[in-house]
Each structure stands twice: as structure tokens, then as C-alpha cells.
């Protein structure tokens, strides 16, 4: 539908190239609800596809699908092209997907250094935890993200919400993620670290990562996102251009469930 | 900081008994005692750390212990001497009996931990059960009789039978300081050669100083405690020699708490600078954050039940051989000293915090406590009264301390 838009953006979409993600027809049920039905997504190397809805729309747990912590019930992930099997969180991880979740899904009581290697550890070649030289690589990265951060050796717990973020972001970045999923990346954070996640973005973006940015924010979205893909009651509205549309546009689909008119089929 | 606390709680503790009790409390002997009696309950503490920053419970261990203990029991005394015809006291009869005890305490766990990790049972409930299930096992396989006497090696794993003597308690304590000397300064290396914020000399020094003084002072306690004469008469006796007149041997470090001390260093090692012990602390900490990192914690579930199995047929090698029979009450009332232990040494219920030297500082505060209080007189009703009453207690101080320190 989209596709044959003749526009090219900054990401590799419409150059011929397969996208980088593609998760076709997918469906998924909690006890008779269909939380997410028969909605299919895309997203190219390089760009960002915002994911707006209700709260209960099904755009949280669509992206849980593609993070391995939901399965889905019907449908297909293909990346790159090819199908794969995304049955749990490692998997994901072996697919380049990184996910930073809404609830940030760090260990309070550990570090920042132990989060941002939690389930990668480094070790020493006799198989322990080197935590020095993940120290090191965590104070390297942070330089990068985030200069202020000094409480290397606190648990997160005593962190502020940005910095929270920040380590929550560095796990995601350091690990050379090709995917990255941003479940309302700003929601706790105030406008001074709402800015700093957005450089990030672009940042990101230009290295050709591809991102999915869930938000219930209309204005985030418009901001950062190349295509914003709009759901309502577990079904997918439709998929829009950002530079076609307006903020009101956008709020019509979300709360109406209906396409711009310009966008008929 | 709370280490320090919990050991000037100890030492006021000591202090305390020994002024009431007329200088009795801190004897060579009766610190002996006090540590052998505290070697079965602080083994099992260690393992009930990590299954309470997991945010879970066992309160099948002293049943547990109870069944390990009559598997080897019976192993010892009817499997291989009678039925594979070893004879009594077989220079192997040791080691396959605590093999086996070993093996069954371990099954026994993961068992727990696969219905608490795979099929999610509460772990409350799965050991509840396995805390009936597993008392009366014991009781079953022994026909509730007092199985004894154990074989002669396999007695050397308890308490006053098997000790180092003195000469190999001293070169075991230096080795012991050089380790813990060692360990602390490659720690700081690695942390200078980062570049990293360390801590001042003398803070680590007098950390040294400490950990050096404990270990000598105790090597200098057990050493002092001498074996009676009429036993050395019949030891020597034995062996068919007259022993020297005059003669005064030290019992030197217990094998058993050589065995406690090798079961925390190990599991400390294991908590702070493995893989599996930083995915259990996660895991405490916030189990969905540990499962969306790609950790398995139902695998990992099943490993930590494991261990707490393996550690309840350690203690049941230690406890029955102290005792020199297995008797059908033993290990009873266990869980809930293991559960205090850990909890009094700050292990907190609400999971990720704990630490194994806490736990064993916990169970020996507990075993003083209660054998202060017996030396002293006071009646067996009231001292599980306040036994009772500490434990609530201590909870509450460390409530109270980390709210000051803003902590959660």
C-alpha cells in the first residue's frame, strides 16, 4: 500500500532492498481477547516507524511479539527477508533486537555496570565475571550517552529516571543492535533528558538502525518517526507517512479508527 | 557497615554470656562446641541465601537433611556392608555413602526447583509438602529407629572426632590469611589499573588486619582446646602405645568447619563473581527484567533448589556424624533456623539483598544465643522465646537502618 510511494526518504526503503523487519499477519490472544489481530508491520534499516494507539490498543504487545516475551498465536517475523522463530527474549537477542521496555527492565538492587551486561557477562578466562573491565566499557559508553553519570558503583534504585534511561539505552546500543524497540522512551523523563533521548534517536538512525518507537505521544512522533503505524483495538488503523500528514490526521486515526481521507484504497 | 554491627553485636553477645556465667562462655572448649554446633545450620544458610533473593522460600531443609542423612545412614550400615558384602568399616564405605547422600539431596532439589521453576507451583507450597514428605521418608527408610553406630571415617566429618590438629590448623590459617590478603589486593589492582576510584590504604589494611585476626584468633582458640587425657589414654591405647605422661594435644580447626569454610568462600566466589551467582541476584531484583535479558530462570530456579539439596546432605554428613547415629527427630525444627540464620544475616524476604558471610554470622548469633542461655540456666521454653523475639527483633533494626540510608 505504502510501498509504491515513489518519495524517498532517508532509510532504505524503496531502493529494492527487503525490509529490515517484517512482521507479517500477526495475531494474539489472552483468554478469548484478541490483543493484537492480523496486523502487519515493516520497518527499513535507517528509519523509524512509530507505533500509536489507545492504551489497550495492542501496540505494546504487537512489539512483545517481535522481543520474544509474547508468543504470537498467528503470523510470521521475517528479517532481512528470511522467516525466523522469535519464541523467547535470547532470541530476539540473537536477531540483533534490542528492546528498551516501558518499565525499563533493570535490576534495581544491581549496578549500572551489571545491568547494562546482564545476561552477557564479560568473563575472565577463568570463566569469572571481569567486573572491572565491564566497569571500564560501562564508563566508556556512558561518556558517550550520558557525561554526567557518575554513580557507577550505586545500585540503579538510587538513579534518577533519566539516568535510569540512559543505562537502559546503553544496553541496547552497546550491543550493536540492528533493532531497537522504544516503548515510550520519554515517559519518565523530564524535557532536558526527553531532548537527549531524541539526539540519540537521529543519532541512531544515522548509523542505519531501524527503530519502533511506541509512544502516546502525537507530537513525539511527528518528530522523530519516518512512518507512524496506528492501531485500535487490536487492529492495525493504517500505516502513514509522517511528511503526508498532520497532527490531526494522526489523533483522527487514533481516536476515530479511521484513514485520512487522501489515503483511501 | 552492617557487618560491623552484626559483629559487635556477636562480640557484645559473648562478652555478655561469659561476665553471667563467670568467664565459662569464652573457653576454648566452649567456643569448639559453639562452632561445631553451628556448622550444620550455617551450611544450610548459605544455600537458603540464594533461594530468598530469588524470592523464594525452602522450608524442607531440616526434613530434607533428615532424608539424606537416613539414605546414607542405611547406605553405611545395611547397603554396603551386608547387601553388596563390603564388611563394616571399608576404606571406600565413606565415600560412596556420602556420594550418594550427595546425589539424593540434589535430585531431591532440582526436583523441588523444576515444580517451582517449569510447572510454577509456589515454592512455599512445593516445599510445605516436601517438608512432610520427605520427614516421614526418613522416618520410613529407618523404621523410625536410631540407626548407629557409622562408619569410623565417616565420623570424622562431625565434630570432635575429626579435627586438623595443630600443627595443620596453624599452616592452614596463615594460608587462609595469605588468600584472603591476596584476594583483597588483586581486587584493588584490577580496579587501579582501570583507573577507578579505590578505597583508602588504611581502609583496606585495617579490613586485612580484621579478616587476619579472626582467622589466627580462631586457629589460637581450637588449638587451645586440648583433648581430654583419659580420651588421648585410650586413642593411644588404640594404636597399641602408652601415651607420654604429661602429655597435652590441641583439637585444632574441626573438619566440619573446614568444611563450612570451604562451602562460603566457594559459594561467596560464586555469588559475586560468576555468571549464575549475578543472575540470581537479577533475577531477585526484578524477575522480568531478568527473563527479558535472555536469562532462564526457570532453569535457573531448578539449579538454586539443586544446590540448597546438595547443602542439606552436607549438613546431614556433618550433623549425623557429630551425633554418631542418625536419629529419626534429626534436623528437626532446621528450616526455620536455616530461614532466621539467613534472615538475621540481612537476607531480605523481598529478594536480591543477602550475603553469605551474613548468613553464618547469623546462625552462629543464633547458636550463642542459645547455648549462652542454656549455660546460663534459663529455661528451654524461654530460650525459644527469645530466640523468637530476636529474630523479629533484628528484621526490624534492619528495616529501620536501611529506611535511614534511603535505601529500599
Known sequence: ?265 | MRLLGMIGAFVILCIGFNIVTDGRFLTPRNLFNLSIQTVSVAIMACGMVFIIVTRHIDLSVGALLATTSAVMAMTQTELLPNILGMGLNNPATWAITILIGLLAGTLIGAFHGWMVGYLTIPAFIVTLGGFLVWRNVAWYMTSGQTIGPLDSTFLMFGGTNGTLGTTASWMFGLFATAVAIWALWSGRRAKASHGFPVKPVWAESTLAGIIAIAILGYVYIVNSYSIPTRRLERMFEARGETMPEGLVVGYGIPISVLILIIVAVTLTVVARKTRFGRYIFATGGNPDAAELSGINTRLLTVKIFALMGFLCAVSAVVASARLANHSNDIGTLDELRVIAAAVIGGTALSGGIGTIYGAILGALIMQALQSGMAMVGVDAPFQNIVVGSVLVLAVYIDIVYRKRLGAK
Open chain 1, 1 to 265: 500500500m505504502q510501498d509504491q510511494e515513489t518519495q524517498q526518504t532517508s532509510s532504505g526503503r524503496g531502493s529494492g532492498v527487503p525490509p529490515l523487519v517484517e512482521m507479517r499477519d500477526i495475531s494474539i490472544s489472552f483468554g478469548g481477547i484478541k490483543a493484537v489481530d492480523h496486523v502487519s508491520v515493516d520497518l527499513y534499516p535507517g528509519e523509524v516507524v512509530g507505533l500509536l494507539g489507545h492504551n489497550g490498543a495492542g501496540k505494546s504487545t504487537l512489539i512483545k511479539v517481535l522481543s520474544g516475551a509474547y508468543q504470537m498465536d498467528h503470523g510470521e517475523i521475517l528479517i532481512d527477508g528470511k522467516s525466523v522463530e522469535i519464541t523467547n527474549p535470547r532470541d530476539a537477542r540473537a536477531n540483533n533486537i534490542e528492546t528498551i521496555y516501558q518499565t525499563l527492565a533493570l535490576a534495581d538492587n544491581l549496578d549500572a555496570t551489571s545491568n547494562l551486561f546482564l545476561g552477557r557477562e564479560m568473563v575472565t578466562p577463568m570463566g569469572l565475571v571481569n567486573d572491572a573491565a565491564m566497569e571500564a566499557e560501562c564508563r566508556k559508553i556512558m561518556a558517550q550517552l550520558n557525561p554526567n553519570f557518575q554513580k557507577f558503583n550505586d545500585p540503579v534504585s538510587a538513579l534518577s529516571g533519566g539516568q535510569r534511561q540512559s543505562v537502559a539505552i546503553a544496553r541496547a546500543v552497546y550491543f550493536n543492535a540492528r533493532i531497537l524497540i522504544m516503548d515510550e522512551p520519554t515517559a519518565a523523563l523530564g524535557p532536558h533528558e526527553t531532548q537527549m533521548v531524541a539526539d540519540l534517536i537521529h543519532q541512531l538512525k544515522a548509523q542505519g538502525i531501524g527503530i519502533f518507537l511506541i509512544d502516546h505521544d502525537v507530537h513525539a512522533v511527528m518528530d522523530l518517526c519516518d512512518r507512524a503505524s496506528v492501531m485500535k483495538n487490536g487492529k492495525l488503523v493504517g500505516t502513514v507517512d509522517i511528511a503526508d500528514v498532520t497532527d490531526d490526521d494522526l489523533l483522527s486515526m487514533i481516536i476515530l479508527g479511521k484513514q485520512p481521507g487522501q489515503k483511501s484504497e
